[in-house]
């Protein structure tokens, strides 16, 4: 059973005392996310998105005046934008793991780490499109069988970043190892953020630039100890350099 209560406060003193600050490191990546979202917005024809549903339903707030995109583009167009948009997004989440992962390090880690998973953007493309195919299957039975699907793959990205000359398929099999007998403590983990979730959204997400480098130092500080508790991952050996444990066989892995 993991600390919890531990590994957070850990998170907290990391996160505070990094050497190229988390806070501003997040500002970034939140004001790139909103470019992307924008653009998204821009391409969709100016829907209605989050953002506009709560500044009219608990600001009074009438924006419909602006919600006539400029851009007319064909559906097939939109459609393909806003796809490349979601896919640049998840491989600048790869560069904020591999950012919070630096941090736990101690190493010095520049702006530019935002960009690092461009570096092997194919691999987290791919690994996204069947980690989804393969939850959404698993959706298809019932919502429960889905969510602990999603809990099953939490660290597949994260052992993509941690060595992204691993191959697809084994990130996602040894985040199965991985996470087998910590699902439950996974899901603890994130129902103790509802209450910073509720303040951030009422913030329209400011909030986050503080709590969400708090939040993937966690992610991270959980993930480097399942590791060492069940052995299975990427390893630091004495020469410094990763290698990869590929024990996945075990007993039948329970649903929780």
């Known amino acids: 059973m993991l600390d919890r209560v531990q590994l957070k406060m850990e998170a907290r003193a990391i996160t505070k005392n990094a050497r190229v600050s988390a806070y501003l490191f997040t500002l970034l990546y939140l004001a790139i996310a909103l470019v992307l ?16 549903t709560y500044m009219e339903s608990y600001m009074g ?20 934008i806003s796809i490349v948009v979601s896919l640049v997004a998840v491989v600048l989440s790869a560069g904020y793991i591999l950012y919070a992962m630096n941090v736990r390090k101690g190493l010095e880690t520049p702006y530019s780490t935002m960009f690092d998973g461009f570096l092997f953007t194919g691999k987290i493309i791919l690994l996204s499109i069947v980690q989804y195919i393969f ?24 052992n993509l970043c941690e060595n992204p000359e691993m191959g697809v398929m084994e990130a996602l099999n040894m985040s199965k190892a991985q996470t087998r007998g910590h699902k439950w403590e996974l899901f603890v983990l994130d129902l103790s953020w509802i209450g910073w979730n509720i303040l951030c959204a009422l913030t329209l997400g400011i909030l986050n630039i503080w709590i969400a480098p708090y939040k993937e130092q966690a992610n991270v500080g959980y993930f480097q100890e399942i590791k060492k508790v069940s052995g299975i991952g990427h390893q630091p050996p004495r020469d410094d350099e990763f290698r990869s444990d590929d024990r996945f066989d075990g007993p039948q892995e329970p649903r929780w």
């Open 37 to 52: 979202d924008g653009l998204d917005w821009l391409v969709s024809g100016g829907t209605r998105n989050d953002v506009v």
């Open 61 to 80: 707030v009438d924006v419909s005046v602006y919600l006539n995109s400029p851009l007319s583009l064909p559906a097939a167009a939109s459609g393909f």
């Open 135 to 158: 939850i959404f299957l698993w959706s298809l039975l019932f919502i429960i069988p889905g969510i602990i699907a999603g809990y099953r793959y939490r660290f597949a990205l994260y």
